[in-house]
């Protein structure tokens, strides 16, 4: 009777960058299908985007953020499947150090930002409810109202504070300095977004009012207490 070798069992690091690019790879469908589902919505019901930024810094920005976490993630997901679920070698180059961590530690905390990630997606389809119709890259659309419930009632921007948190827990899941790079990009991206998307609506008259209200009441824009 054949018994196969136990040898061509996966490896744990295998099993682990199989489920850091399954979790991944989960939330980027996720994320993609929310916006799908949202975009014609909030066109019926609130109408097209009226204003833009005219600025050529605005114009940019969206895809400058954008791009910073959709290549690095999918760039992951295409090369380490491609590779038998192990990073390649140029990508092992990049790798965050371990020199802080033992390589039990190491895989815990991977394990635990891909778990983290499946409780995030819970948090950033709440949010995507309470956008509701409001939802846009950057602008005002015909219909604007304040958002000012859930998350909302927390901070300012919500959503953006899913990207960063997503963005971290990106970096430890594929534990590497490229991912690291890529969520800085991303923050310094949203840091000079969210005032010109505010200034977007402070424009608008028929809620300039009621905005100025809710950031008073809502000062931190993605992190209470910090930012």
Same mark, same amino acid.
């Given at each position: ?7 061509? /069992?996966? #490896? ?37 985007? *009226? ?43 990049? #790798? ?47 219909? #604007? ?12 921007? $919500? ?9 971290? /827990? ?5 534990? #590497? ?12 991206? /949203? ?8 200034? /977007? ?10 905005? *100025? ?5 809502? $000062?931190? *824009? ?6």
């Amino acid at each position: 009777m054949y018994i196969a070798d136990l040898t061509t /069992l996966p #490896s744990t690091t295998q099993i682990v960058e199989g489920l850091a690019v399954f979790t991944t790879f989960q939330h980027l469908q996720y994320v993609l299908s929310l916006t799908r589902a949202i975009a014609p919505v909030a066109s019926a019901e609130a109408g097209s985007i *009226r204003t833009t930024p005219t600025s050529f810094i605005g114009k940019i920005i969206t895809p400058i953020h954008g791009l910073s976490f959709f290549v690095p993630t999918a760039t992951y997901i295409l090369c380490v499947t491609f590779n038998r679920f192990a990073q390649p070698a140029w990508m092992q180059r990049m #790798s965050l150090p371990d020199i802080y961590f033992t390589y039990e530690n190491k895989v815990g905390l991977r394990v635990a930002a891909c778990a983290a990630t499946f409780v995030l997606m819970r948090f950033t389809g709440r949010v995507f409810k309470h956008l509701g119709n409001q939802w846009h890259a950057i602008g005002r659309r015909e219909k #604007s109202r304040v958002v000012q419930t859930g998350p909302y009632a927390v901070v300012r921007h $919500p959503l953006y504070t899913s990207v960063l948190i997503q963005g971290l /827990l990106f970096t430890i899941m594929s534990w #590497s300095y490229a991912s690291l790079v890529g969520f800085g990009i991303t923050a310094g991206g /949203l840091a000079v977004k969210m005032p010109i998307e505010e200034d /977007l609506i402070m424009q608008d008259p028929g809620v300039a009012a009621e905005y *100025r209200a809710y950031m008073q009441r809502v $000062p931190a *824009r993605v992190i209470p207490f910090i930012w």
